[in-house]
């Protein structure tokens, strides 16, 4: 398709889809009676819930279903895909890694994002130190991965270097290092890079939390005579608690279902795996259906019980 | 406050206008902690500029010294630029279905879920509240879980592949509509559910309908929050790689930049020249919008953190 064809659909699209919306909403927009009422409401609602039905609930489903069936997808295996993703040892090392990357990830990222915070409030520059932090949430996770490959860039110690990192290594006198070749050491230098780009997001929220405490509390707490670190300790933190569960957890989210970094930079290879990327190794690429269901069913369950902590801390959030 | 002289600032006005982070701040405001927020600012930019400033270096110096020799020895061109969109990486036809996948896939389901959103506001029918909590709950939904099922009903019912309609593009619109929904209906709904009933109310008794009220009403109220959601939503679009992966199937004609730069990442790693200049062809569109539409930005951040 060439250039004009592309925007020539695109317009079909957005054309198409405007025009069923205003038939839609001038043939039902005379209905007044009870009962036209009702079929209101339907035209306003059930374009989504089809939608999402179609698209969401019923996919899931299948999946769940799927998951206890063969990498063919037609014969009933119990929980064996299950099973495999617990014992075989390559498995075994995603779910460690995943770990790692769930941890990590979250904390580090959220007391980055809140030391950074504290130091800049109120200083002379502070929104334009917000934004060099903020800058990466804008960036594609695979533009990330390829700033950070960069910066990784193995050369030899006696060649000339290209990549800050080893170059760094090399002014101070040591050796080269092979950042995303190097286990088990690589998984953590992949993390830096999800690291780098969450801090932004927990900076900016924390950053309005604190704002948001009010003054005469921490009044009090000086007259009392706190010294600057108790404060801190005492009133910022527990005053900013529920931000920074929303933090954790949201990052904790985004950080189990992201795969594009460890695509991007090793391709899954030296052990480097997550679980979202065995995820799409399985499905798209060793078409092994039903063990690819199950992962996706993994971590389904494994992000259930975070998602409904988070909404609910977001919940009284919004409440306070 | 115990003065007359407003000029005169009494000793707890000024005790009081400190606040817990300014005096935390201070507190940490030792030369250590300056360095602290100093090393941080820098680790978070000195790789995006390094790579900036490489996308503008001639092919052979990239591979044969580092980009901080730009300062002692400056050296600019634009080839690698003029190389990755026009020469055998094509980055212009990614760049154009970059748009072309972005434009709809953020119009589309803002509309949808502003429609929904009102009804579930402001409109009384059976099962509302049911149908309402369980839109809500279906956010839970990691999109992998839906990825094999959805692509089959695709091939199913012809939308996938040069031929289908569209040229393809269909699976990846609506793919994206779809994730979006959820999110987009619970927070455009938190939105209207504040707007006071009164306006609703008094709108019907002079006969206006739900029609006229949505887009006569709720439209132009809504408009900030929309344009919070819809910014979200054009970031996550154009940034995202797996839905484009998976349902644009690698095809140059729906790939967007993501997806060939990915690919590029794997096959020409090495190949900085045509990395780097790649890379910031695919992050000045974001970055632009993100710069100039930052305070809308941040106000839906929180809430749509936890999508897809």
Known sequence: ?320 | MTTADPNAMSVESVVAKETASSTAHKALTSPWASIVAVVIAILWTVPTAGLLITSFRPEEDITSSGWWTIFTSPKFTLDNYDQVLNGPTALSTYFVNSIVITLPAVIIPVCIATMAAYAFAWMKFPGRDFLFVAVFALQIVPIQVTMIPLLSLYVKLGLTGAEAPGGGFYTIWLSHSIFALPLAIYLLHNFMSQIPGELIESARVDGAGHVQIFSRIMLPLMAPAIAAFGIFQFLWVWNDLLVALVFGGGSPDVSPLTARLAELSGTRGQDWFLLSAGAFVSLVVPLIVFLSLQRYFVRGLLAGSVKG
């Open chain 1, 1 to 320: 398709m060439s250039t004009g064809e592309k925007f020539v659909q695109m317009l079909i699209a957005i054309g198409l889809f405007f025009g069923v919306v205003a038939v839609i909403l001038l043939l039902t927009q005379r209905l007044r009676s009870r009962r036209g009422e009702l079929i209101q409401s339907a035209a306003f609602v059930l374009p989504a819930v089809l939608l999402i039905c179609v698209g969401l609930l019923y996919p899931a489903l299948d999946t769940i279903y799927q998951s206890f069936r063969n990498a063919a997808g037609n014969e009933f295996v119990g929980l064996d895909n299950y099973q495999t993703i617990f014992t075989d040892s390559a498995l075994i090392r995603v779910l460690v890694n995943t770990a790692v990357w769930v941890v990590v990830v979250p904390l580090a990222s959220t007391a980055i994002g809140l030391i950074y915070a504290v130091l800049i409030d109120r200083a002379k520059f502070e929104k334009f130190a917000k934004a060099l932090i903020f800058l990466p949430m804008a960036i594609s996770l695979v533009g990330a991965s390829i700033i950070w490959k960069f910066v990784y860039d193995y050369r030899q110690t006696s060649d000339a270097q290209i990549g800050i990192a080893n170059a760094f290594l090399k002014a101070l006198g040591f050796d080269t290092y092979r950042f995303l070749l190097n286990e088990p050491w690589n998984t953590m230098f992949l993390i830096v890079i999800m690291i780098w780009v969450q801090a932004g997001f927990a900076m900016t929220i924390l950053s309005a939390s604190i704002k948001a405490i009010p003054d005469d509390i921490v009044e009090a707490a000086r007259l009392d005579g706190a010294s600057g670190l108790q404060l801190f300790r005492q009133i910022t933190i527990p005053s900013i608690r529920p931000s920074l569960i929303v933090v954790l957890t949201t990052i904790s989210i985004t950080t189990l279902k992201a795969f594009d970094i460890v695509r991007t930079t090793t391709g899954g290879n030296f052990d480097t795996s997550v679980l979202a990327y065995q995820f799409y190794v399985e499905s798209f690429r060793s078409f092994n259906q039903g063990l690819g269901a199950a992962l996706a069913v993994l971590i389904f369950v494994l992000v259930m019980p975070i998602v409904i902590y988070n909404v609910r801390q977001m919940r009284k959030l919004e409440a306070r």
